[in-house]
């Protein structure tokens, strides 16, 4: 191993060493404390150090980086206090998850390190994110994301290369190549022989350099970190390196040939650059027993101060923790001017003024700038607010969502509109595992909005109509609305794009043009978690939302009944005082909605008003929803597949009970 020294002084050579030797020494002890059961998992990056360590020297401390299993390096790069990095092994409530997730799943803002999740590939689009929020703010920085070998294969790590490429952000794409994902070879991954081979492809800039070599990895990054400053691109650097223990300790390594494993230990990261410093005698044998034993006593420090640390009980802080704290003080209108306005005008008109009164938001999606999206919602948006906050996306809804999720965290308000709602399920693992659940993790917050065109009824066939609002009532941390009016949709995407939590705002495609009031022309929101009576009445409560509130007006106006309808406007959180005051008042409940019956929202409100409300009743909850099925293409089959039939079978059941 050849290491190159020019450039370097004496003084900077000994730090990288120092910093080489830090997460060598911690994790020979975590391997210890493993063996002990003192910690419950650990993912080794011995023999690949120089990785990390080389990478995180390499930017600007106020650089963010995004780290991945095998990167202890960063985290004592970047300085942070031991007792702290150990009670977040440990679990301990002085960790930055609070105990609430493991190793190196965490982030913090105070040291720029944004930590992964479990899925790997999602982690690469919030360094576009960060980056795009940087050069939109012309900071003139780079942001530095790991991934490995084995993530590559993942439909995330090509959509966030692509983004990258296409909006010429300033990311460094380093990818460590260890040659296995868990027990798996690389031949048994891709075909291609490097990962710079993938550079032409997407456009962009691709180097290799051995990883184990620090100095190869430290000046090579450093350079290229001062050109994307300079001129924004992304750059992919790949690292050749070897991991010397399995995957996680209780994996092994048998699944290794050992002549593979003999020929990588001679290659130690950690050995040979002692061995260089040596030779070059920059490094004493003193100097050297001087390190080793501060370092020891930072680790012993850290460790007592961990131990010593109990972690009591606490629901009230863990529910507390699902969302960043925020109140909100509905804004009321300044003025009675109101204009007529189609369900889908009062959404442009609520995504415009909030464009104006936030200029940190930004609105991506397929289409959504020149064609104005494919309902039209953001019309004249370009012109108005410029493409750097009105962007087209590639068709990738995972990249797309993770990057709001970097800019957020770099800063910025993102919008992210869905084509269709049923386009989600391509980006539904960065809802529910990183918007959802980033501030319960470490404490940083998603100010997301989602946007969902949704609903049947417009002979969308199975991939354009589907109601989908119940996949995400079941994870804590989101924010879901669901208006069924012009005024609440306009006052109510106002709210949520202020929230700074992460929000579906769903929107119902048959009523954009179909459904039309006057709205007010101010700026204004609505109060989100609170349902509204959209009709008075005594006999029988309709509990619904969405298009359901509409086919709940036509039949009441339809029957001598005296019907009271309830449109519960938010379904997470969803107003159980609306719920038990309604129920109270006319004893007899239908929870209405469009989505298929089972396992919809309405079998949970049906549940509540079982469990709480029992008392009140003077007949079974009933439950209407649509067909368990697909949404059919065929107009006859979509009325069958609808609930409209079943509500008028369901209230004369109820009206005669």
């Not at 609430?100 to 803002?109: A, C, E, I, N, W």
């Not at 993530?151 to 190549?177: T, Y």
């Not at 990962?195 to 990054?221: C, M, Q, R, W």
Request: hydrophobic fraction near 40%; aromatic fraction near 10%.
């Amino acid at each position: 191993m050849i290491f190159k020294r020019e450039g370097y002084s004496k003084q900077e050579l000994l730090h990288l060493y120092e910093q080489i030797l830090r997460p060598r020494m911690i994790e020979e002890k975590m391997l210890i404390l493993l063996r002990q059961g003192r910690i419950s998992k650990w993912f080794s990056g011995i023999g690949q150090e120089a990785v990390s360590v080389g990478a995180v020297n390499a930017i600007d401390q106020e650089e963010y980086i995004l780290p991945m299993h095998r990167n202890l390096g960063v985290f004592t790069g970047r300085n942070i206090p031991y007792s702290r990095l150990f009670a977040q092994f440990q679990g301990k409530l002085s960790g930055f998850t609070k105990g609430r997730d493991r190793s190196f799943h965490f982030g913090t803002k105070e040291f720029n390190i944004v930590g992964m999740i479990s899925h790997l590939g999602p982690q690469m689009a919030l360094a576009d994110g960060i980056a795009l929020a940087d050069k939109l703010k012309e900071s003139k920085k780079a942001t530095l994301v790991f991934t490995g070998d084995g993530a590559s294969s993942e439909g995330d790590f090509h959509e966030a290369l692509n983004v990258a490429a296409v909006w010429d952000l300033p990311v460094i794409f380093v990818i460590e190549n260890n040659g296995y994902g868990l027990s798996t070879p690389s031949e048994q991954q891709f075909r291609f022989k490097n990962f710079i081979d993938k550079g032409p492809g997407y456009g962009i800039k691709a180097v290799k350099v051995d990883g184990n070599n620090l100095l190869e990895v430290h000046s090579t990054i450093k350079q290229l970190a001062e050109e994307v400053r300079k001129e924004p691109k992304p750059v992919i650097v790949e690292c050749m390196t070897f991991r010397m223990r399995g995957h996680e300790e209780a994996s092994g390594t048998k699944y290794v040939p050992k002549a593979l494993m003999e020929e990588w230990a001679k290659k130690d990261p950690v050995e040979n650059y002692e061995s260089f410093l040596k030779k070059e005698k920059i490094l004493t044998a003193k100097a050297e027993k001087e390190i080793r034993a501060k370092i020891k006593a930072d680790i012993e420090e850290g460790l007592e101060l961990a131990y010593a640390e109990e972690l009591p009980p606490a629901t009230q802080m863990e529910i507390d923790d699902m969302h960043a704290p925020f109140v909100q003080e509905v804004i009321e209108l300044k003025s009675d001017a109101t204009s007529e306005k189609r369900f889908v005008d009062a959404i442009s008109d609520g995504l415009k003024q909030s464009m104006e009164r936030f200029d940190n938001l930004v609105l991506m999606g397929q289409d959504i700038a020149e064609y104005g999206g494919v309902f039209k919602i953001t019309d004249g948006f370009l012109e108005k607010f410029g493409s750097g906050r009105v962007r087209n996306t590639p068709l990738c809804e995972s990249a797309i969502i993770g990057t709001g999720l970097g800019l957020c965290i770099n800063g910025y308000k993102a919008m992210v509109e869905m084509q269709f709602a049923d386009f989600v399920t391509c980006g539904f693992n960065q809802i529910v595992n990183n918007l959802a659940k980033s501030h319960y993790r470490w404490g940083q917050n998603a100010d997301v909005v989602v946007r969902m065109p949704t609903g049947a009824g417009v002979g969308a066939g199975p991939f354009h109509s589907q109601s989908n609002e119940a996949w995400f009532f079941h994870t804590p941390g989101l924010k879901i609305v669901y208006p069924s009016n012009p005024k609440d949709a306009k006052g109510l995407l106002a709210a949520a794009i202020e929230d700074p939590n992460p929000y579906l705002f769903f929107e119902h495609k048959a009523m954009y043009r179909s459904v039309i009031e006057n709205i007010p022309d101010d700026y204004y929101t609505v109060e989100v978690g609170k349902a509204a009576i959209a009709q008075e009445g005594d006999d029988i409560s309709i509990i619904t939302y969405g298009m359901g509130v509409h086919w709940a007006k036509e039949l009441a106006a339809a029957t001598e009944a005296s019907i009271e309808i309830l449109d519960l406007r938010t379904l997470l959180p969803w107003d159980k005082e609306a719920v038990e005051a309604t129920v109270k008042k006319t004893n007899k409940v239908i929870v209405l909605h469009e989505d298929t019956l089972t396992g919809g929202i309405g079998a949970e409100i049906a549940a509540w008003i079982g469990e709480n409300c029992f008392q009140h009743l003077d007949a079974p909850v009933a439950r209407v929803g649509s067909l368990d099925t697909p949404v059919p293409f065929g107009k006859h089959l979509e009325e069958n597949f609808l609930p409209k039939q079943r509500l008028v079978e369901k209230l004369n059941d109820l009206i005669n009970y």
